[in-house]
């Protein structure tokens, strides 16, 4: 038996040492949202292994870093970032992170000047507009071949051919929208202010400006009233952000709650392009006759 045992444990420590080796041909990007990441595998395909720094279903924000997700980041090749402030708590440990290949993604980008759940570099949500999401392919393209130039033209050409799909995305999304008899709407949290301004459409009312903000019975007066205004059939909630207020507006209203996603991840919605359909797909719903 004893020696059962260890013959096991050499075959463990073979198989761990042996593995970082066979993985040494990878860079190994950590990305802060899974739309991110998505982009990442895009445009790396086996080149890259990727790994989502916030959860699925986490609210990003509200994330706090651990100290074994701190360490993971410290064995990357290079991070890919959001930046307008969605990544709050990299403040804490830049020193930590201090020689590490970084990209954020939105720098270029007119970012919405809102003081956004709390934090004051305004509304990070740039992604929900496609042409947005374009601009951070392109950033990432060239993070990975500054990192990594021998890959460069797989890059180039993974990132290319990606980007002309996120057009006819973008296309097919007007398109639909065009459709829709509704062009205003009510949701909980203000992460759909890029995704309205590209296609033609009105965030009239918002719940929960900062986080944990508690409305006060006139700001859900005047959240009913707008519903009642424009002639909402819903009012759109976020997985991550579950509200009770909403609830209770939407009832007393008689409309429903159409639940959206702005960040994707979860086994339903691995990538960008179905994360947007998923959406458009929600929001068609109720906003077409
Ligand atoms: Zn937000």
Known sequence: MK???????????????????VQSNK?????????????VKQIGGDHVDVFTIVPPGANPHAFE??????????????LVFNGAGLEFWLDNVVDNLKGKKATFTSDGLDIKDD???????????????????????KKIYFALADVDPQNKATYE????????HLEIVDQDIQQTVDTWTQKKFVCFHPAWAYFADRYGLEMVGVIEKRAGMEQSPRDIAEIIQTVQDIGAKAIFVEAQFPS???????????IKVVPLDP???????????????????????????
């Open 65 to 78: 870093l651990t100290p074994g997700i701190m360490k993971k980041l410290n064995q990357t090749d290079l």
């Open 157 to 164: 050409s993974n990132a290319a051919l990606y980007i002309k």
């Open 3 to 21: 020696k059962f045992l260890t013959l096991l444990v050499c075959a463990a420590i073979f198989l761990h040492c042996s593995k970082p080796e």
């Open 244 to 254: 009770h207020v909403a609830e209770m507006i939407a009832a007393e209203s008689n």
């Open 263 to 289: 960040l994707g991840g979860s086994k339903n919605l691995t990538s960008y392009v179905d994360l947007m359909r998923y959406n458009v797909a929600q929001m068609t719903k109720v906003m077409k006759e």
């Open 115 to 137: 003081e956004h759940q709390g934090h004051h570099d305004g509304n990070p949500h740039v992604w929900l507009n496609p042409q947005n999401a374009i601009h951070q392919v």
């Open 27 to 39: 860079l190994l990007v950590g990305a802060s949202i899974a739309p991110l990441a998505d982009f």
